[in-house]
């Protein structure tokens, strides 16, 4: 009997383990788009893309060459001022991920800012959708509102509003606060450091990635629209 049994315990063990294995050899793979990928959360979210199992392909879209990361990298060279001579990159991206942005310094000007983070950004969302795109995850920041005063949380806003207005099947908006871009801080945040807690970016990029994936998964448990200001490790929802 106790043969029986420890046989029984063997087989059923055998047999647990075989069906993990079919589980994950029949995990869905998807393709993705990455706009903003050399950016401070756009890095990191280049990577855990390519380190995953479940992406097949990862494009990414750059205003100039660059080499691709690993084989399944593929990044194309496009003009932010004429992306509908790029309709090709966006086609079949199941998940597009934007982390495009600047800032007003950066930018040089009020309305070179808005250029970058609303033009640009909702131009890039209305060719994913009409390339196919299921899935559209993208970073605002903390305390976006279209009503704000300030030109930053007012551009972010109404980025989000837009976004909404377009109908994709699901998106996912991260509002982060202040980030830890490593040496990468800019001034404002290294002096900001001193009195709240900052969200390493390899964080906010790790919950982009599961998002993706639950909305494969578990397409029943994402929302239409989900937003997210917090950035555990183990973020689920």
């Given at each position: 009997v106790r043969e029986q049994?420890?046989?029984?315990?063997?087989?059923?063990?055998?047999?647990?383990?075989?069906?993990?294995?079919?589980?994950?050899?029949?995990?869905?793979?998807f393709n993705a788009l990455v706009v903003g990928a050399t950016g401070a959360i756009g890095i990191p979210l280049l990577q855990q893309l390519l380190d995953s199992e479940r992406v097949s392909v990862v494009s990414s879209i750059h205003r100039r060459e660059i080499d691709?990361?690993?084989?399944?990298?593929?990044?194309?060279?496009?003009?932010?001022?004429?992306?509908?001579?790029?309709?090709?990159?966006?086609?079949?991206?199941?998940?597009?991920f934007c982390?495009?942005?600047?800032?007003?310094?950066?930018?040089?000007s009020a309305a070179a800012f808005r250029r970058?983070?609303?033009?640009?950004?909702?131009?890039?969302?209305?060719k994913s959708l009409e390339?196919?795109?299921e899935h559209f995850i993208i970073v605002t920041a903390q305390g976006s509102s279209s009503s704000s005063w300030l030109l930053y949380p007012k551009t972010k806003?109404?980025?989000?509003?837009?976004?909404?207005?377009?109908?994709?099947?699901?998106?996912?908006?991260?509002?982060?606060?202040?980030?830890d871009r490593g040496d990468k801080l800019r001034t404002v945040e290294?002096?900001?450091?001193?009195?709240?807690?900052?969200?390493?970016?390899?964080?906010?990029?790790?919950?982009?990635?599961?998002?993706?994936?639950?909305?494969?998964?578990?397409?029943?448990?994402?929302?239409n629209v989900e937003t997210f200001g917090k950035f555990p490790r183990d973020q689920q929802k």
């Open positions: 049994s420890l046989f029984v315990r063997k087989m059923s063990s055998s047999g647990a383990a075989s069906s993990q294995s079919a589980a994950a050899a029949a995990a869905e793979t691709p990361k690993s084989d399944k990298h593929k990044p194309v060279k496009v003009d932010f001022e004429n992306l509908d001579a790029s309709d090709a990159v966006f086609k079949n991206q199941r998940v597009v982390t495009l942005g600047t800032t007003r310094r950066d930018a040089g970058v983070d609303y033009d640009y950004v909702v131009k890039c969302a209305e390339g196919g795109t806003g109404q980025v989000e509003d837009k976004l909404k207005s377009l109908g994709f099947k699901r998106l996912s908006i991260m509002q982060p606060g202040l980030l290294k002096f900001a450091k001193f009195f709240v807690s900052a969200t390493p970016v390899a964080d906010v990029a790790r919950v982009m990635v599961q998002r993706a994936i639950a909305g494969i998964d578990t397409p029943d448990k994402v929302s």
